[in-house]
T-cell receptor, first 114, second 109 residues
């Protein structure tokens, strides 16, 4: 049982380049999330999708776009990468949004923008 | 006042000691309280969750919630080097979940 799979695991971009981070879950979860984790800042929500066909902004959405491709897949796109977007990005999924059911996280994508 | 506050550590304790990790919060709407463990270069994984006030025990781990004081704790008994990780508290209510920034824990052999 793979859980939440993120690709790629590592990426180096030049300022201004674009890229898409991929996330897929095989637990039949309705809700999916993208977080970034920075030293001293903790986990910050970028975007989330409460169910297939819906997406909403989180705490730090500027510079990002998302697509909920189907129930399994939720991608995060950086259109024009900036050094401030250097971070570790985590995708997560849950049965129901914002409840005690807990989130299952992927192993992360380490992104460096130079 | 921040919604969730958690001491970042690092906290270093000798193997076999009892570890106490804590978070405070300000939002009385929170009803579900969770602890996640995150090993280096891995994603967080759910360790325990509790609903409302009280204690919950799972092996060497005990989660405690005091809603009157807005204070939650995670106790680890007989700590092992494999417990070395960052521990994040999280709490949710009314469709919202907030994570603490995490406490780095080192168990010294």
């Amino acid at each position: 049982n793979a859980g939440v799979t993120q690709t790629p695991k590592f990426q180096v971009l030049k300022t201004g380049q674009s890229m898409t981070l991929q996330c897929a879950q095989d637990m039949n979860h309705n809700s999916m999330y993208w977080y970034r984790q920075d030293p001293g800042m903790g986990l910050r929500l970028i975007y989330y999708s409460a169910s297939e066909g819906t997406t909403d902004k989180g705490e730090v959405p500027n510079g990002y776009n998302v697509s909920r491709l189907n129930k399994r897949e939720f991608s995060l796109r950086l259109e024009s990468a900036a050094p401030s977007q250097t971070s570790v990005y985590f995708c997560a999924s849950s049965t129901i949004t914002g409840t005690n059911y807990g989130y299952t996280f992927g192993s992360g994508t380490r992104l460096t923008v130079v | 006042q921040k919604e969730v506050e958690q001491d970042p550590g690092p906290l270093s304790v000798p193997e076999g000691a009892i570890v106490s990790l804590n978070c405070t919060y300000s939002n009385s709407a929170f009803q579900y309280f969770m602890w996640y463990r995150q090993y280096s270069r891995k994603g967080p994984e759910l360790l325990m969750y509790t609903y409302s006030s009280g204690n919950k025990e799972d092996g060497r781990f005990t989660a405690q919630v005091d809603k009157s004081s807005k204070y939650i704790s995670l106790f680890i008994r007989d700590s092992q080097p494999s417990d070395s990780a960052t521990y994040l508290c999280a709490m949710s209510g009314r469709g919202k979940i907030i994570f603490g920034k995490g406490t780095r824990l080192h168990i010294l052999p």
